[in-house]
């Protein structure tokens, strides 16, 4: 699904040279859950702006469904996102004046298929997460754990091949953590290709495979054998 050979992120701040990627090299499967885990300021959001086709790398190759994708520019990044991709993070991100039936059906506004049938797709997705009698709330209506269940509906309404999800806890207090990670699990287990940010070991134990970074490279790369 994707490959990452030798990739590289080079900021250059004034004399010194931050290596917030320094030599990158993974692929990642179909169905495959990852948590990219390590320290703070080790590269984890680098590396997924970079997987998120939101940002390019300095040097070495991003081979997503078969394209290379490194050089490709600030347009074409944005057809592939839109195709291929869906996002969640830390802060939701939803659009305050509009419900939730409304921010989970701005994805398709690209798209072809015309507006009931928009409605009707992104109802489904609410469906799924949880929320088919909150369709009509504003993000101000909904809790913190509702925001992100509504975040995460509209990352699935374009059907990405791949999630990318920033701290998607983050901003939640454990227990609603932990029904947020049971859907991305039980996503994961419909088939769902899900790569998630995360700080906290015990929130990656709920992926499948764990990617742990230090200064910009992967130190370690293991499978939980548990889920
Ligand atoms: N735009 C930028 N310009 C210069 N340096 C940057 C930039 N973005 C990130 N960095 C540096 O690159 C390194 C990696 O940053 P990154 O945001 O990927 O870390 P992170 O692992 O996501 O950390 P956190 O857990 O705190 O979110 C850090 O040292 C950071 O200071
Ligand atoms: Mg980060």
Redesign the pocket.
């Known amino acids: 699904m994707l490959r990452l050979n030798d990739l590289k992120k080079h900021?250059q701040?004034g004399e010194t040279i931050?290596r917030?990627l320094d030599g990158v090299d993974l692929s990642i499967q179909k169905n495959e859950f990852v948590a990219v885990m390590?320290a703070?300021?080790?590269?984890?959001?680098?590396?997924l702006n970079i997987l998120g086709c939101l940002d390019t790398p300095t040097e070495g190759s991003y081979v997503l469904n078969g394209t290379e994708v490194s050089h490709l520019d600030d347009d074409e990044l944005s057809i592939i996102r839109n195709e291929h991709l869906g996002f969640v993070f830390q802060s939701f991100n939803l659009l305050p004046r509009y419900n939730a039936l409304k921010n989970v059906s701005l994805p398709l506004m690209y798209s072809e298929r015309s507006p009931s049938e928009h409605k009707e797709r992104a109802a489904e997705m609410l469906e799924l997460v949880g929320l088919g009698n909150r369709m009509h709330h504003r993000p101000s209506q909904l809790s913190g754990g509702e925001r992100q269940r509504v975040a995460i509906a509209r990352a699935l309404v374009n059907e990405p091949d791949i999630i990318m999800a920033d701290e998607p806890t983050g901003n939640l207090d454990t227990s609603t953590s932990t029904e947020i990670l049971a859907l991305l699990q039980q996503l994961h287990h419909r088939g769902q290709t899900i790569i998630m940010?995360t700080?906290e070991k015990d929130i990656a134990t709920y992926a499948n495979r764990v990617i742990l970074?230090k200064d910009?490279r992967i130190i370690d790369d293991y499978t939980n054998t548990n889920n």
């Open positions: 900021y701040m931050v917030a390590g703070s300021g080790s590269g984890k959001s680098t590396l940010v700080h970074l910009g």
